[in-house]
């Protein structure tokens, strides 16, 4: 299958609260026009705008050929195989992730979960779930394959002392 990239939704109400926060010290120097209080604004402004560039901007999800990858920001990026998703559905769960937008979607793997916000939720939900479905379609190939080739390379040998049923015992028998 094709790399297929999702770019995350952005909600306007979260445009406004980070264009706030890196505005408003900037704002600030009207108040107190100096050297100072530039300094001071362009401080809170940095404050504010690398942690959003670091952990934040870009943020997209890559539905690759074996794994989808979550990259947020420079900092954050986390790879989920296919073959680990156990569950995948549309929440709105406002907890802290890199998705910026609350329409998200939960991704469950093993006991681990990932938030994420694309664009076109929908279009990514049945596209991650066909690769999961393949994925699982594949590693269950894998293990018929394993399997059968395990039940030939026993096939013709005697069964391990274990395994025999109750009765059968090699020990010598004298009479008794």
Do not use: H, N
């Not at 934040?56 to 195989?81: E, F, K, M, N, Q």
């Not at 549309?90 to 979960?113: E, H, Q």
């Amino acid at each position: 299958m094709d790399e297929r990239r999702y770019p995350s939704k952005i909600d306007a109400w979260l445009v406004l609260v980070l264009a706030g926060a890196i505005a408003t010290p900037l704002a600030l120097v009207f108040l107190q026009p100096t050297r100072v209080g530039l300094g001071v604004a362009l401080a809170g402004a940095t404050f504010v705008a690398l942690p959003v560039a670091a952990f934040v901007l870009p943020c997209t999800y890559v539905l690759g050929r074996d794994a989808l990858s979550v990259r947020a920001g420079w900092l954050l990026r986390r790879r989920i195989a296919y073959r680990d998703v156990v569950a995948i559905e549309p929440c709105r769960d406002p907890t802290a992730a890199p998705a910026l937008s609350l329409r998200r979607v939960r991704i469950t793997f093993g006991a681990a979960s990932q938030l994420v916000s694309p664009r076109d939720r929908e279009g990514f939900v049945a596209e991650l779930r066909a690769r999961v479905a393949a994925a699982r379609g594949r590693a269950d190939d894998a293990d018929a394959r394993a399997a059968a080739t395990s039940a030939l390379t026993t096939r013709g040998r005697a069964r391990p002392r274990s395994d025999r049923p109750s009765g059968m015992d090699d020990s010598p028998r004298g009479p008794s």
